[in-house]
């Protein structure tokens, strides 16, 4: 299973390096990033069945902050519940930068999802994962590519207005969806920058995959 980074933002390479065995990390500024066949093929199988998505609101959130995105979601797919707040995990945590490994938390997550069942994370502290030579990145989202977990974070968008379209991002990638070249469309790369102001829907082609899905677009 493959993994899709975005929103990445560079803060230095530090003298160490982390070990991710079984999977591969794409980097934002990927455009044509490798998916796994196997894994494509048993998504297309369940594609008709019902999907739950359950957001996690995890570490620092408020209330305003979680009935949002549980509202935002509602518009999108049928079956969302919001599960209770927990404290993020202290595996996950990165004492060095004070901040947690978005990759340990999607894994993290990713083990306790049943079978049709999606947990998207959601957190205002800091995440990061692997990019590159570098072993540590700040990121605003992450992502299994398809899969059963994403984590976004509001920590770094210049507008926190715009924190859904990350949520959404991350979610159609576990949908299955790659990156668009449609600088309008949530599932556009960000390149290693902020372009959630420019996004304004998903494009045409992005809506029918994701309507074959079972999305109300």
Request: proline share 5%; net charge positive.
């Amino acid at each position: 299973m493959h993994i899709q980074i975005d929103y990445f933002f560079r803060f230095g390479i530090m003298n160490y390096r982390f070990l991710i065995p079984f999977i591969f990390l794409f980097i934002a500024a990927c455009t044509n990033p490798i998916v796994n066949k196997k894994n494509l093929a048993a998504l297309k199988k369940k594609e008709q069945q019902e999907v739950t998505v359950k957001i996690l609101p995890l570490g620092k959130t408020n209330e305003k902050f979680t009935k949002e995105v549980f509202e935002d979601l509602k518009k999108f797919v049928d079956n969302v519940v919001l599960l209770p707040h927990e404290e993020m995990p202290r595996s996950a945590y990165y004492s060095p930068r004070k901040r947690y490994r978005a990759d340990t938390l999607i894994h993290w997550m990713s083990n306790r999802a049943k079978e049709n069942e999606v947990f998207v994370g959601i957190t205002m502290q800091d995440i990061s994962t692997t990019k590159g030579n570098n072993p540590d990145y700040g990121v605003m989202g992450l992502g299994f590519q398809p899969g059963q977990a994403c984590v976004a974070s509001s920590f770094r968008l210049r507008d926190k207005k715009n924190f859904f379209k990350v949520v959404i991002h991350e979610l159609g990638h576990t949908a299955g969806l790659p990156h668009c070249p449609d600088k309008t469309c949530y599932m556009q790369d960000a390149e290693g920058g902020d372009p959630t102001g420019q996004e304004i829907d998903f494009c045409e082609k992005c809506k029918g995959y994701l309507r074959e899905r079972g999305w109300k677009l």
